[in-house]
């Protein structure tokens, strides 16, 4: 769902600010075309997890989104139990538009808060403010939601160390069942980008207070009764994200809509990401596949992708699960050196291997190993 009411200062996903619902309408029509095109290849296939992202998915009206709801129900055979998500901003609900969602079967909500500090909220391009965003998780719990997660983002321009816990101290107060903690990361062509490098009316912090403002967060959160499940995510017992564990754990998904990547029967993919191809192809009766980007990689390509996003979990990798999937020990295909060049990084215990704590911090350089 790639329109939002505006650009955020710090965003380059694949988003469009809108303010036509005429549009919006348009394309919910369209998504239901594309929706109805994936069905047989979706027969037989029990669908457990359902994922509304963004762009801002709650910008789009009530009832247009019960259409799609309702299609996906016709055309898929959605499980009774599945956990049905939506991304949403604070300015984009209300409790009304919250019931209607809770009604037609969501039963989980994502709420992008970002900070619950005005000041960095500003910096950040974010409609909202802390108020709004701490009203709208209450208003959320009662409409009914009892599964509620929210986003905050550190590493911010101007961003102090108090100001994060307090962020992070607040969030813990409104209880929501699953907290993400993203590190900034300052993309080019945004304009936050461009008001730090060119304009150098911001500065970087530093690599060591980002790296103390994570660790910091993640301590408050254990104690406060979290389990860190995955490098970025943590959730009350039982409350971590079925979805997002689905690409953590090498499962197949199905992306539908703008831009939307899959990985399904063992070939990955992505839709078009120009509007008016998206558009054409479904007038034209045609799955909107960008052909370009159909892959089927090598095996040591899938295990390199297995790994990456195994170990971004705090329990890692299976062994004995990498053995039965590719019919190889893992040390067999990448050198067991790692292990030593990597010491106090990386971690293998019970068949089990894992990054360390201190390993999390510069994941990206072990998982280049397995790359």
């Not at 209607?100 to 403010?129: C, E, P, W």
């Not at 907290?179 to 490098?197: A, N």
């Not at 899938?302 to 299976?318: A, K, N």
Request: with cysteine; glycine share 6%.
């Amino acid at each position: 769902m790639p329109f939002c009411r505006q650009k955020c200062a710090y965003c380059d996903f694949l988003s469009f600010a809108c303010k036509s619902d005429r549009l919006l309408t348009e394309y919910a029509q369209a998504l239901i075309l594309e929706i109805r095109s994936r069905r047989e290849e979706c027969a037989g296939r029990k669908i457990d997890t359902v994922y509304f992202g963004g762009g801002t998915p709650s910008l789009m009206a009530a009832e247009d989104f019960i259409k799609i709801m309702d299609e996906l129900r016709r055309s898929f055979d959605i499980a009774h139990d599945a956990e049905i998500t939506i991304e949403a901003n604070p300015t984009s609900l209300t409790r009304e538009k919250l019931e209607y969602y809770h009604n037609s079967g969501v039963n989980r909500l994502s709420i992008g808060v970002q900070s619950f500090d005005n000041r960095i909220l500003k910096v950040l391009g974010r409609l909202h403010d802390k108020n709004e965003a701490f009203n709208m998780i209450q208003t959320a719990r009662k409409a009914g939601f009892d599964n509620i997660s929210i986003d905050l983002i550190f590493g911010v321009p101007t961003q102090t160390m108090k100001m994060w816990r307090d962020s992070v101290r607040q969030a813990i107060f409104l209880e929501p069942q699953h907290i993400s903690l993203y590190s900034l990361q300052l993309e080019e062509g945004t304009e936050l980008y461009r008001r730090v490098f060119r304009d150098q009316s911001l500065s970087v912090i530093s690599e060591s207070l980002d790296r103390q403002m994570y660790h910091e967060a993640i301590t408050m959160l254990r104690d406060a009764g979290y389990n860190h499940y995955e490098i970025s995510n943590a959730a009350q017992p039982g409350r971590e994200s079925r979805h997002n564990n689905k690409y953590w754990n090498y499962e197949e998904y199905l992306g539908l809509g703008l831009g939307a990547s899959s990985f399904f029967e063992g070939i990955r993919f992505k839709n078009y990401d120009k509007m008016y191809k998206y558009i054409q192809a479904i007038k034209e009766q045609r799955i909107p596949v960008d052909e370009r980007t159909v892959e089927k990689y090598t095996d040591r390509d899938e295990m390199g992708i297995y790994v990456f996003t195994g170990l971004r979990r705090s329990e890692g990798i299976d062994l004995r699960d990498f053995r039965e999937r590719f019919g190889n020990d893992l040390f067999d295909v990448y050198d067991v050196d790692i292990l030593e060049k990597h010491k106090g990084l990386i971690g293998l215990y019970n068949d089990r291997l894992y990054l360390t704590q201190a390993g999390m911090d510069v994941s990206n350089t072990v998982m280049r190993e397995f790359v």
